[in-house]
């Protein structure tokens, strides 16, 4: 199956959970990119102001997101309970280009005040597509000794049949 695993991160806790999940899953990985949110005085500033006030940055998407892939697991991370606004961004675009559809999303914690399942459902109404499955890891889970089970029993659910 061609399965691609698209994804934002601005830590890297995303990146190493979309890096794991691509091997488990035998697909190919991809990131998005945000120049306005580079390394510099401003760059933190507009990430905040994004978040806050729903603004979508221009981003920078590798031509193999383009490309037709049977199923596509986008990766986020959490900020204020909404995916970041590079995500946003990606599935307000014109076109689809998969079949199917799964999520994750990487928080730092939980709190209920701001769930990271707030940031999925967000995503999902974007994405006009159901998602197959979705899977939210925190900090902890991805720094700690489970990560790895953590990771199967997601790419297991993601798997196509189950």
């Not at 890096?19 to 390394?39: F, N, Q």
């Not at 590798?62 to 199923?71: F, L, S, T």
Request: charged share 15%; proline share 9%.
């Amino acid at each position: 199956m061609a399965t691609l695993v698209l994804f934002y991160s601005a830590t890297g806790n995303t990146r190493k959970a979309a890096t794991a999940l691509a091997g488990a899953l035998g697909a190919e990985l991809c990131e998005i990119t945000c120049s306005a949110y580079a390394k510099g005085f401003w760059g933190p500033f507009r990430k905040a102001y994004d978040v806050l006030a729903g603004r979508n940055p221009p981003v920078e998407i590798p031509e193999m997101a383009d490309q037709v892939w049977e199923m596509i697991v986008l990766g986020s991370p959490v900020w204020g309970a909404r995916p970041a606004p590079p995500i946003r961004s990606y599935l307000q675009r014109d076109g689809r280009h998969y079949a199917r559809l799964a999520m994750f999303v990487t928080a730092s914690g939980t709190s209920p005040k701001y769930p990271p399942g707030r940031a999925i459902e967000e995503m999902m109404i974007l994405s006009r597509l159901p998602p197959q499955h979705t899977c939210i890891f925190t900090e902890a889970q991805i720094n700690g000794p489970d990560f790895t089970a953590a990771i199967t029993a997601c790419a297991d659910k993601m798997q196509p049949g189950l």
